[in-house]
């Protein structure tokens, strides 16, 4: 997906900055469908996956640089669906349904472990890592294996959790945790939090027992030596 700033070639430029994004979308499709041409013409088709997602939602503070994340609450940077709910269109004939959809829990980090799998590469990690396998989802053969999410700001500080169709977040600098179920509010606009009080602590129990195993398993990042 974009990214800012945006970008197109001279000959498609148009200096109306309203229409900035809808040309970047209109280019990048149309260099998508070359990409595509050139995967069939070279035979390739029956041994590739294409997959076209993004890192985040739209950055709303840049109104029309940016798209839009309706109904979806909240934009990039936050931990609501608005900023970490995000597309993802895929292709394989003949191994992915067409026309099939799935509203199955992934995420971004399930994609190392799923293409290792798809190429019969071993993966070669140096410890537990937090993607799963989402092979049998892709081919529409499976649920997903994945049922839990923790939320981190960029600092690292414990926001939230996904259990499920549940979901906690810890607003800002404050200690009161919300509550949604998006099943039916996707859009984060109901905070059950003061009904479920219960619901609330045992979400916010496992939310810490993960965070504690993250950094029970911290590693060095990068090539190190071992002390001497």
């Known amino acids: 997906m974009p ?3 945006l970008y197109v070639p001279d000959e498609l430029y148009d200096p109306n900055v309203l229409n900035a994004y809808k040309i970047v979308i209109e280019h990048i499709d149309a260099e998508t469908g070359r990409l595509l041409k050139t995967v069939k013409d070279l035979g ?7 997959i076209f997602t993004s890192d985040n939602n739209p950055w709303s503070g ?7 994340a309706i109904p979806l609450r909240g934009s990039k ?12 269109v895929m292709w394989a004939p003949g191994r ?5 959809e799935t509203d199955a829990f992934t995420t971004t980090m399930d994609l190392l472990p799923t293409v290792a799998k798809l190429a019969g590469v071993p ?8 993607g799963l396998d989402i092979s049998a989802v ?3 053969e499976d649920t997903s294996p ?16 996904r259990h499920g169709d549940w979901k906690i977040l810890k607003p800002g600098k404050q200690d009161e945790l919300h509550l949604f179920y998006l099943k039916d509010d996707v859009g984060e606009r109901t905070d059950l939090a003061k009904k479920m009080p219960e619901k609330v602590a045992g979400l916010e129990k496992r939310m810490l027992e993960l965070d504690g195993e993250i950094a029970d398993n911290v590693r060095p990042r990068g090539q190190f030596k071992k002390a001497q």
């Open 138 to 140: 892709i081919h529409g």
């Open 44 to 50: 390739l088709t029956d041994h590739t996956y294409v």
């Open 146 to 161: 994945r049922t839990e999410m923790l939320y981190d700001s960029a600092r690292g500080a414990l926001k939230g959790l």
């Open 123 to 130: 993966l070669k990690t140096r410890g537990p890592i937090d």
């Open 96 to 100: 992915i349904p067409a026309g099939t």
């Open 62 to 68: 840049f109104k029309h640089h940016a798209g839009k």
């Open 77 to 88: 940077g936050d931990h609501t669906e608005g900023g970490q709910r995000v597309p993802c």
């Open 3 to 5: 990214h800012l700033p």
